[in-house]
């Protein structure tokens, strides 16, 4: 059992409450279960009980073992001071104050009902894809919807403090650090981590400064990123025109190319491949040199996406590789891959300069484009959409895939609002449910202290 149960049981009132005591005896009334504490100290904060008829405010420690006050040394702190009720599974040992006085102790094993128990033991042993997958009927549309809204919320402000990191270890240049997000983007779940690393050895004030010379952009980065061919054998005259900017450039700022091992061309669609990604990045570069900027100054979905409709140079319309010829076409970016930049670096991005700018309305932006774009589709929103929650946009399939990854993968079922609500429709109707073997039966009275 995880003391966040005994959290849970505690503030929603879910355990017997009728003729409560402490361990030595003395009458317990609770008034108030306290505020959850979110900082550091007592576990609740402004709790009113009455013990013995005499009435106390302050705040409640938990345990699932009182020893825990001990190994966890808040006998040392004065924050524990003004604890006035420690409420525990089981008192293994009495807990005093500095003072030496002791401090009441309420057990609360054999006053959880059976069945809740039982759910809680379902939701955390199991092997489904989310633990309450088989409870999913039990959640109303008002509850999914407002958790919903507060993940997608939760999920920009983590995207929006990573993103002020590279600002403030970039000295403050938002310019370059979203150029390196939006690179990141461009090369997906493959290529990602090498485009990111070829826009930290090519740093934006350089490219910047060729910004009008697409052949110098190009031979920049394909330089850089080690892809451009060998001397060995004969070679276009585009090649070696790259290659002969590219020397020069290279001595004149000091550069040192990435290991071509560190692309991924294998299992890709060729309009995926890290060639092709570059020479889009390129023309992005050539048609504006201040990418965040013109993001910042965009009104709407489409104005974004407009930003990112760009054609290839001449050479990279008949190529997907260095000297392989195919049919030509324009190979602008895709709409996915544009909605992916939109939702991993742009979105992020407005975030990050709100909460730094404390302006709302960039954050709201943030929250309003991804509403305005449709939802991924991907395998974990597959496997949402089998269990009856569909995505009907980009904000909810950025909160279905935090709640797998943050919630159900991690078993925080007794922080999230539907495991919750499975909780307390279990204690609604106790009794209900799958019937558990005698072995787990042994184990859960066990930990309850009935039967």
């Known amino acids: 059992m995880r003391e966040a149960f005994l959290h849970f ?103 959880i009902p059976p069945g809740i128990l039982r759910s809680y033991w379902r939701l955390m042993h199991n092997e489904n894809w989310i633990p309450c997958q088989h409870q999913l009927h039990y959640v109303g549309e008002d509850v999914r919807e407002g958790w919903l809204g507060f993940l997608v919320r939760e999920r920009l402000n983590a995207k929006g403090e990573y993103f002020l990191g590279t600002v403030h270890r970039g000295r403050r240049d938002w310019e370059a650090c979203f150029f390196r997000a939006l690179a990141r983007s461009m090369g997906g779940r493959v290529n990602g981590e090498a485009m990111e690393m070829l826009t930290q050895a090519l740093p934006l004030r350089i490219l910047q400064k060729h910004q009008h010379s697409l052949l ?24 070696i025109l790259l290659k002969r900017e590219y020397a020069l450039l290279r001595t004149k700022y000091g550069l040192t190319p990435l290991p071509a091992a560190a692309w991924r061309f294998l299992r890709m669609r060729p309009n995926g491949f890290p060639t092709v990604r570059i020479a889009q990045l390129a023309a992005l570069l050539h048609r504006t040199g201040q990418l965040f900027s013109k993001a910042l100054a965009a009104t709407d979905q489409r104005e974004l996406m407009n930003m990112f409709d760009v054609k290839l140079s001449n050479y990279w319309r008949s190529h997907y590789r260095f000297g392989v010829a195919t049919e030509t076409k324009d190979r602008r970016l895709g709409d996915d891959m544009v909605r992916s930049i939109l939702i991993n670096a742009v979105a992020p991005a407005l975030e990050a300069y709100g909460r730094a700018r404390k302006e709302g309305k960039y954050r709201n932006r943030a929250v309003s484009l991804l509403r305005a774009l449709p939802a991924e589709d991907n395998s974990v929103i597959r496997r949402w959409r089998a269990l009856g929650w569909t995505a009907g946009n980009a904000a909810d399939s950025q909160a279905l895939l935090s709640l797998k990854k943050e919630y159900c993968s991690r078993s925080r079922c007794l922080e999230c609002p539907v495991g919750q609500e499975v909780l307390g429709q279990t204690y609604r109707k106790d009794g209900d449910g799958p019937i558990l073997s005698l072995n787990e039966r042994a184990v859960l009275y066990r930990i309850a202290g009935v039967g």
């Not at 990123?225 to 005259?237: I, N, T, V």
Request: charged share 25%; proline share 5%.
């Open 216 to 239: 110098q952009l190009e031979a920049l980065l394909f330089g850089q990123s080690g892809l451009l061919p060998s001397a060995d054998g004969e070679q276009e005259e585009y090649t």
């Open 9 to 111: 049981i505690w503030r929603t009132g879910r355990f017997d409450l009728r003729q409560l005591r402490s361990t030595t005896g003395q009458d317990i009334q609770i008034h108030q279960f306290g505020a959850p504490n979110e900082d550091g100290g007592p576990d609740f904060l402004a709790a009113q009980v009455s013990i013995d008829g005499l009435q106390w405010a302050g705040q409640v420690e938990m345990h699932l073992n009182s020893s825990e006050w001990y190994d966890h040394g808040h006998e040392r702190d004065p924050a524990y001071d003004n604890v006035i009720l420690h409420v525990v599974l089981r008192e293994d040992r009495p807990v005093f104050r500095a003072d030496g006085s002791r401090i009441p102790c309420l057990e609360l094993r054999g006053r």
